[in-house]
């Protein structure tokens, strides 16, 4: 009998100190002060500053570009919610993610299979791309991102890769295998968006695999986070995802990540840190933060796909 109460003992102990490895490991605290709701602006409908399903945020300067889903359109904002233009209503089919870059506005056109460009004015100048699954060619392209040199990279949701492009659209490569869907073996599973850093760093919104991946510039990945060893397991403890919908690198060099299902944003460090969360959380309509920047004051703007709205965050006070 002493030999299985032993036995028993070894048990329990082994599993506390799992229990306690996961819990110290992959449910980080909040490192910073929580932030707080500073407004919110939209309602269902077509006017200036309603929207249909709002997918996509960017910032610029004291300017807030917004792709307004089905009502095929980019409204821009003031960093108060005030309208002050909108554009792209005859040139795009499904706006999603989008980025500000070199002076011009890139959207990834999720039905079009392509990438649309505009000036900041919002006139129409190129699209790069065409619907297909070979190299510079995108199927169901979710977000963009833009290198000072040009260079424009894509992730597309349905062929499973993250292309790299030069600005003329030629092709330089890609992450993923294209049209294979999994976690391992350089595969992705439904990437939605990207994101560049200053120093160059990509960073890969792996959508359904609910991870983060980092890619230096030499192509490998430097490292990975969202929930133990980035392995497809959701949740919603801190630093765990279910489903990423968007990323951006903000002017602070913090990564925020647009966590779908768990209605919520998480910030990193670039090294994937877990530094906060923030989110409505509601009794009504669910999936309340599909997108996410920070803008140069550091408010953070959240496209609030299920109520067809945009929240302003502001940080707490250190």
Known sequence: ????????????????????????????????????????????????????????????????????????????????????????????????????????????????????VFSLAGDYRRSIGKPGTGPGEFTIPGGVAVASNGDVYVAEFKTQRVQ???????????????????????????????????????????GYNDRVLAIGSDGNVQHKWGGPLAMNIFGSFNGWFATITGISVGPSGNVFVADFYNDRVQKFTSSGKFLNAFGIKSTGPTHTSIAVAEADDGSVFVADYANHQVQKWRPGNK
């Open 1 to 116: 009998m002493k030999w299985l109460k032993r036995l028993g003992s070894f048990f329990l102990v082994t599993i506390l100190v799992i229990v306690s490895a996961v819990y110290f490991l992959w449910m980080p605290s909040p490192q910073e002060p929580a932030y707080t709701l500073a407004k919110t602006w939209g309602t269902l409908g077509t006017a200036p500053g309603q929207f249909n399903e709002p997918t996509g945020i960017t910032a610029s300067g004291n300017e807030v570009f917004v792709s307004d889903g089905r009502n095929h359109r980019i409204q821009v904002f003031d960093l108060d919610g005030n309208a002050l233009r909108q554009f792209g209503t005859e040139q795009l089919e499904r706006p999603m993610n989008l980025t500000i870059a070199n002076g011009e506005v890139f959207v990834a056109d999720y039905f079009a299979d392509q990438i649309k």
């Open 164 to 206: 790299q492009l030069h600005a003329d659209g030629s092709f330089v490569r890609q992450w993923g295998l294209t049209n294979e869907v999994g976690t391992f073996g350089g595969k992705l599973r439904y990437p939605t968006d990207v994101a560049l850093a200053k120093d160059g760093t990509l960073f890969i919104a792996d």
